[in-house]
Structure formats: structure tokens, C-alpha cells
């Protein structure tokens, strides 16, 4: 059984930083495309940054400059390091990870990020 645990949120002050982390056990094929999004409340969910088994990346464009996204295909774990932390970046954050074999998608069970002073 496939599972995304992710780790890493928790409140910081703004301009802080946070590093998340989401680790993929259960999978015995090869994982694609990994991402984060986020959701905050009453918003839709939104894509914050992707990352192929190559490591080709694209960002939102809020993002952009502050957020790095990478991976480890060893670990089957895929990071977002959040810098320059803003109040609109207050969210629960998820984890994806694809799985072109299987013509399937996994989620995460989502960490809370606030940006608060």
C-alpha cells in the first residue's frame, strides 16, 4: 500500500523558513512527476511547485524565487524549502507523487503551514 507522509510545517514569523519533506514508502515502481500543493480556507487547492524524476521543476509564479522544490529518487522523498515566508503563504500544504505505470496519483494527509507573526 502506497503512502505519502509528510512532515516539516509548523508556525514562523514572517520572512522565516520552512523546510517541508514527503516520503513515499509502499511503491515498488518508479515515481513520476512529485509535487506540493496548497489549500487555504475557503480556496480551491492550488499547485506550488513540481518536480520530474529528472529534475526539471516549475513553480507557481507566487513562489517563484522563494520556493525550491527537489528530490531524492534513492529515498523516494521529495522536499520544498520555503524561504521568505509571507502570511498568503498560510495553507495546508500536500504532497503528490505520480505513478505513470499505474496511470494513478497518491495524495499526503497535509501539513499545516501558518506565516504569523
Known amino acids: 500500500q502506497v503512502q505519502l507522509v509528510e512532515s516539516g510545517g509548523g508556525l514562523v514569523q514572517p520572512g522565516g523558513s520552512l523546510r517541508l519533506s514527503c516520503a513515499v514508502s509502499g511503491s515498488k515502481v518508479s515515481i513520476g512527476i512529485m509535487g506540493w500543493y496548497r489549500q487555504a480556507p475557503e480556496a480551491e487547492r492550488e499547485l506550488v511547485a513540481r518536480?520530474?524524476?529528472?529534475?526539471?521543476?516549475n513553480y507557481a509564479d507566487s513562489v517563484k524565487g522563494r520556493f525550491t522544490i527537489s528530490r531524492d529518487n534513492a529515498k523516494n522523498t521529495v522536499y520544498l524549502q520555503m524561504n521568505s515566508l509571507k502570511p498568503d503563504d498560510t495553507a495546508v500544504y500536500y504532497c503528490?507523487?505520480?505513478?505513470?505505470?499505474?496511470?494513478?496519483?497518491?495524495w499526503g494527509q497535509g501539513t499545516q503551514v501558518t506565516v504569523s507573526s
Open positions: 518536480i520530474t524524476s529528472g529534475g526539471g521543476t
Open positions: 503528490r507523487a505520480d505513478f505513470p505505470a499505474w496511470s494513478i496519483s497518491y
